[in-house]
C-alpha cells in the first residue's frame, strides 16, 4: 500500500509540494538523455531501502544520501515494520529535498520477505538506475557514487558492493556471522559456478542495476539474498564489482536467524533444481524411468504378446509417455503447470509419436542390420533424442508464459510497435508503461486470432509452412495499423521474429510515414554523417567498428548512428537505429577494444561459423528446396543464437548520436583496389539493389507484395523518392578493396571535414 501524511497516494519531499511530481517530470528527458550517452551515465537514480523496525536509521539515512548522490534523486522505502517506522518515513519525506515514497506492506501481504519488498520497490521506481540497499546503515551510502561510476566506467548492468574483494572488509559482522556469510556465499558459487565466476560477493544485500536489464516477472523472491536471486534468474547482465567496507548496524536488531538461514539453503536448492540446467537433470531423470517403463512394455508386447519387435515400440511408447508426462507436469515444470493441461498432453504425445518417424529406422537399422539386441537398439535411440526432446518440451509444450507482459518501443516517436516478446534489436527504443494505440501490435498463438486492430478496409495474409505449432507461421492484418499474431515457435527466436516478420513490416510502415529505413551503416562527425551500403556480409559492421575504434583513439568527433540499418528522411537527415550489432571472430579480432568474456568469445567460434557469409549462402541455397527454411532458420536461431552486441561492448567509450545532416555515402565492394565516383543515380540504384539484398530469406520473397501494396499504392515508388531526394547534390564513392580496409579512406573524411567548436555542434550528438 503506498502511503502519504494528506492522502494515500505518493510521498514526496519539498519538490512535489506543489502538486508536480518530485521526480516523475523529469523520467521521460533523463531517459531519452541516457539512451543517446554511449556511456550509459546515471543522471538519476532510486534508491530502494527495504525497512523492518527500522525507525532510528531513517533520517541519517535520507541525509546521508542527499549529500552523497550527486544525481536526480528517489528514495523509496518498501516497509514490513510494526513499530513508528512508517510515520518517521512520513515525517522525514515532508523535510528532505529529495524525494521520498512509502510503500508499507499490510501483515499478510509481506510475500518474499526482503527479497519481495526490494521487488516490489523495483516496481514503483520511477527511473531507470536503481540502487539497493539496506536501512541500517551498514551499507555506505557515501559508496553510491562509486558504484555508479563503475556502471558507466564498464558498461555494467549490475553493479554490487562487495565485502569480499582485496579492497573489501566485512568488519561489522560478528566473528559467526561472518564465518555464515563466508559459507553461503561457498555453497551459492558451488551450486552456480559458471553463473558466478566473477561475482565475489553474490549475497550482498548493497547493488546498483539497470532496471530494464531484469525480468520481474521471473523473479522468486524468497529471503533475504535477491541479489543471488537477480544473478541466476537474469542471463547475460554485464556484472561489474566495487570493493566496500561493511559497517556496524546504526539503531534497530540485525534480522538475521537460524530460520534464515534454512530458508536461504531450501531458496538455493530451489534455484539450482530450478534452473535451466536443474531441470535438464529432472528431465532427464525422468526420462530414464521413462526408458524403463518404456522397455519392460517392449519387452512384454514382444515376448508375452509376440508382436513384432516395431509394433512393440509403438505400443510401449505410448505407455512411456503417459508416465512421463504425468512426471514432467508434476515435477520438471510444475511452476508452469496449470490451464492447458490436455493440450500439453496431446503436443506430448505428437512430439514422442513423431519421434517414432526418427527411432523407428533406427531401431530397424541397429536391430536387424546391425544384429543388436532389440531392447538395447530402442534403448540407444531412447537415449540419442532425449536432448531434442528436452528442447522441444521446454521451448514450446511447458514454454513459460508472461501473462499481461507487453514490451514497448517508440521509434523516434514516427513508429511505436507493442509486442508480448522482448525484441533486443528494438531494445534502444525501450518505453515504459503500455502504448495507447501502437502502430505494429505483436502477439502469440496457437491460431490466427486476428482483433481487427487494423481498422476498416485492412488487408490480411497469411504465411504458413503447415508444420502447425511447431513451425513458422505469421497472420497479418495491414490498415491504419499493423497487427501480427506469429506462431509459439517464434517467441522463443526473438531474433528470426524480429528479423523476418517485425523489420519487413517496419521498411514499409516508415516510407509510409514518409521515411526510408535504408539497409546502410552511418557514421557522424561532428554533424556530418555519411551512410556506408553494401551487399549483406561484405564488411560494413567491421569497417564501421574499425572507424570507431580510430576515432576514438585520436580523440576525434566520430560518432556511431547506425550498423545495419539507418532511417532517412527525404529532406537529408539521418536518424539512429542501433540495433545490436552481429560480429564473427575476425570482428573481435580486427577490432581488439571488444569486451567480451571468455564465454562469450568460446561461443564465437560455433556463432560465427553458424551465422557466418558462407553460413548465410548455404542457407539461401536451400530456400530453392521444398524444405520449410523459416521453421529451420527459427529452430537453429533458437538453438544457437547469433552473436550480437551493442556497439558500448565492442568500442568502449564510443559517442552515439541520435541525428545528424547526410553528406555523403560510400558503397564497399570486396575485390580490386580503388575509388570510382558514383552518379546520384548509380548511387541510388545500388543502395535500393541493397535494400532488397538485406531482405532475401523466407518468408519476404512471399509476403513482399502484400507489404508494400503491389497494385494498390505500390509503396516502392515512394520509397524511391524519399531515397533519391536524401541523396540529391551529395557526393557518392565506389571503394573497391581486395584487403578490407575501406575504412581507411572513409576516415579521411574526419580530417578533411571543417570543424566547429563543441558548443556550436547539434545537442542531438552525445558527448
Keep these: 500500500m503506498l502511503r502519504t501524511r494528506e492522502a494515500h497516494a505518493e510521498l514526496v519531499g519539498r519538490n512535489g509540494r506543489n502538486g508536480e511530481p518530485g521526480t516523475n517530470g523529469m523520467h521521460e528527458s533523463v531517459a531519452r538523455h541516457s ?8 543522471l538519476a537514480l532510486s534508491v530502494v531501502v527495504p525497512t523492518r523496525n527500522e525507525a532510528g536509521n531513517i533520517q541519517p539515512l535520507v541525509r546521508r544520501l542527499e549529500k552523497a548522490v550527486p544525481a536526480h534523486l528517489e528514495v523509496i522505502f518498501v516497509d514490513d515494520s510494526d513499530d513508528e517506522t512508517p510515520s518517521v518515513i512520513e515525517s522525514v519525506a515532508w523535510e528532505s529535498e529529495c524525494a521520498v515514497k512509502l510503500v508499507h506492506r499490510e501483515p499478510g501481504k509481506r510475500d518474499g520477505g526482503l527479497g519481495g519488498a526490494v521487488v516490489e520497490g523495483l516496481r514503483a521506481a520511477s527511473f531507470e ?28 548492468d549490475l553493479v554490487v558492493a562487495s565485502r569480499y574483494r582485496p579492497d573489501g572488509e566485512a568488519e561489522g559482522l560478528s566473528t559467526l556471522r561472518k564465518a555464515i556469510s563466508r559459507a553461503s556465499t561457498l555453497a551459492a558459487r558451488a551450486a552456480f559456478p559458471v553463473r558466478l565466476r566473477k561475482v565475489t560477493d553474490p549475497m550482498s544485500g548493497f547493488f546498483l542495476v539497470r532496471r530494464s536489464a531484469l525480468d520481474l516477472e521471473a523473479l522468486r523472491p524468497k529471503g533475504f539474498k535477491i541479489l543471488l536471486e537477480i544473478l541466476v534468474r537474469s542471463s547475460r547482465l554485464a556484472v561489474s564489482e566495487v570493493g566496500f567496507e561493511f559497517q556496524k548496524r546504526g539503531a534497530g536488531e540485525s534480522k538475521g536467524s537460524i530460520k534464515e538461514g534454512v530458508r536461504y539453503l531450501s531458496h538455493l536448492a530451489g534455484l539450482r533444481l530450478g534452473s535451466p540446467g536443474g531441470r535438464v537433470v529432472k528431465f532427464g531423470l525422468v526420462g530414464l524411468s521413462g526408458i524403463v517403463v518404456n522397455s519392460l512394455a517392449l519387452a512384454f508386447a514382444t515376448e508375452v504378446l509376440g508382436l513384432f519387435y516395431l509394433l512393440s515400440l509403438v505400443l510401449a511408447t505410448q505407455c512411456s509417455t503417459l508416465w512421463n508426462f504425468a512426471l514432467t507436469e508434476i515435477w520438471v515444470f510444475g511452476e508452469r503447470g496449470g490451464e492447458g493441461r490436455l493440450r500439453r498432453l496431446v503436443l506430448f504425445a505428437l512430439m514422442n509419436n513423431g519421434a517414432l518417424l526418427l527411432r523407428g529406422p533406427m531401431v530397424y537399422l541397429l536391430t536387424s ?4 539386441y532389440y531392447v538395447v537398439s530402442n534403448l540407444i535411440s531412447l537415449v540419442a533424442l532425449m536432448a531434442l526432446r528436452y528442447v522441444l518440451a521446454d521451448g514450446l509444450i511447458w514454454r513459460k508464459g508472461k501473462k499481461g507482459q507487453v514490451h514497448c518501443y517508440d521509434i523516434h516517436g514516427l513508429v511505436s510497435v507493442s509486442s508480448q516478446v522482448k525484441l533486443p ?33 485492412a488487408r490480411r495474409f497469411r504465411y504458413d509452412e503447415g508444420l502447425g505449432p511447431l513451425g513458422f507461421r505469421m497472420d497479418v492484418e495491414m490498415g491504419e495499423a499493423v497487427e501480427v499474431v506469429a506462431s509459439p515457435l517464434l517467441a522463443r527466436s526473438p531474433h528470426v521474429l524480429y528479423t523476418n516478420v517485425v523489420e519487413p513490416i517496419l521498411r514499409w510502415t516508415f516510407v509510409r ?21 553494401a551487399r549483406t556480409d561484405t564488411g560494413k559492421t567491421t569497417t564501421i ?17 547506425s550498423d545495419d540499418l539507418t532511417l532517412v528522411s527525404p529532406e537529408g537527415r539521418v536518424y539512429s537505429y542501433p540495433k545490436p550489432l552481429t560480429i564473427s571472430n575476425h570482428t573481435v579480432a580486427a577490432v581488439r577494444t571488444a569486451e567480451l568474456g571468455l564465454r562469450e568469445r568460446l561461443g564465437l567460434m560455433l556463432q560465427s561459423r553458424l551465422h557466418s557469409r558462407s553460413g548465410r549462402k548455404a542457407a539461401l541455397a536451400m530456400t530453392r528446396s521444398r524444405l520449410p527454411m523459416a521453421t529451420i532458420n527459427a529452430v537453429v536461431q533458437w538453438l544457437v543464437p547469433p552473436p550480437k552486441y551493442h556497439v558500448q561492448r565492442l568500442v568502449p567509450g564510443v559517442r552515439v548520436a541520435r541525428e545528424a545532416r547526410l553528406c555523403g555515402m560510400y558503397v564497399i565492394e570486396r575485390g580490386g583496389d ?27 520473397p512471399v509476403i513482399k507484395g502484400h507489404l508494400y501494396g503491389e497494385g494498390e499504392g505500390d509503396l516502392r515508388g515512394t520509397e524511391r523518392q524519399i531515397i533519391s531526394s536524401a541523396l540529391s547534390g551529395l557526393p557518392a564513392s565506389l571503394i573497391r578493396s581486395s584487403r578490407m580496409a575501406w575504412f ?4 579521411s573524411v574526419a580530417h578533411s571535414t571543417p570543424r566547429r567548436p563543441a558548443s556550436e555542434q547539434s545537442t542531438a550528438l552525445a558527448s
Design 545 to 561: 567498428l574499425k572507424l570507431l575504434s580510430r576515432q576514438r583513439r585520436r580523440e576525434d568527433t566520430g560518432a556511431f548512428i
Design 129 to 156: 538506475w536503481v540502487c539497493v540497499m539496506d536501512g541500517d546503515l551498514q551499507h555506505p551510502p557515501e559508496l553510491v557514487p562509486q558504484l555508479m561510476a563503475s556502471a558507466e566506467r564498464h558498461h555494467s
Design 35 to 42: 539512451e543517446l550517452d554511449g556511456r550509459e551515465t546515471v
Design 425 to 457: 534489436e528494438l531494445e534502444s527504443f525501450r518505453v515504459e508503461g503500455e502504448l495507447e494505440s501502437p502502430t505494429i501490435s505483436v502477439r502469440t498463438g496457437w491460431a490466427s486470432s486476428l482483433r481487427g486492430l487494423a481498422g476498416p478496409g
Design 513 to 533: 510515414k514518409g521515411y526510408a529505413l535504408v539497409h546502410a551503416a552511418c557514421v557522424a562527425f561532428g554533424e556530418e554523417a555519411y551512410l556506408v551500403t
Design 674 to 700: 580503388g575509388i570510382v565516383e558514383l552518379r546520384e543515380r548509380e548511387a541510388l540504384e545500388l543502395l535500393l539493389s541493397n535494400c532488397e539484398d538485406a531482405y532475401g530469406f523466407p518468408p519476404y
Design 369 to 372: 542390420v546391425l544384429a543388436i
Design 744 to 747: 581507411e579512406r572513409i576516415a
